[in-house]
Nanobody, 122 residues
Framework: QVQLVESGGGLVQAGGSLRLSCVAS????????MGWFRQAPGKEREFVAA????????YYTDSVKGRFTISRDNAKSTVYLQMNSLKPEDTAVYYC???????????????WGQGTQVTVSS
């Protein structure tokens, strides 16, 4: 079992920045691909970014490329999502997740955090 706890969400004006953190506890963090997903009201959960176990590969959805950066610190069992140039359409609950095999598909992730709210005002 892996427990994931996100933090760092909040209210920010358009153009601003936030850094989300997700701390893992339980089984070996460095075995997992880590991902960030988000869900806006009335919409399905969507993939945002993912990072391989050794940070060798990263993946982003097109709408956040060049603005968001995913990183991880295996010594701290933590994954981060640095979000810059935020837009109102980035408003959502952001979830971190852990997977043995997946990258972009939510169904491939085994463990999920409870989510943290990000609200971007125009």
């Amino acid at each position: 079992q892996v427990q994931l706890v996100e933090s760092g969400g909040g209210l920010v004006q358009a153009g601003g920045s936030l850094r989300l953190s997700c701390v893992a506890s339980g089984r070996a963090f460095n075995r997992y691909t880590m991902g960030w997903f988000r869900q806006a009201p009335g919409k399905e959960r969507e993939f945002v970014a993912a990072i391989s176990w050794n940070s060798g590969r990263t993946y982003y959805t097109d709408s956040v490329k060049g603005r968001f950066t995913i990183s991880r610190d295996n010594a701290k069992s933590t994954v981060y999502l640095q979000m810059n140039s935020l837009k109102p359409e980035d408003t959502a609950v952001y979830y971190c997740a852990a997977s043995y095999v997946g990258y972009e598909r939510a169904a491939e992730y085994d463990y999920w955090g409870q989510g943290t709210q990000v609200t971007v005002s125009s």
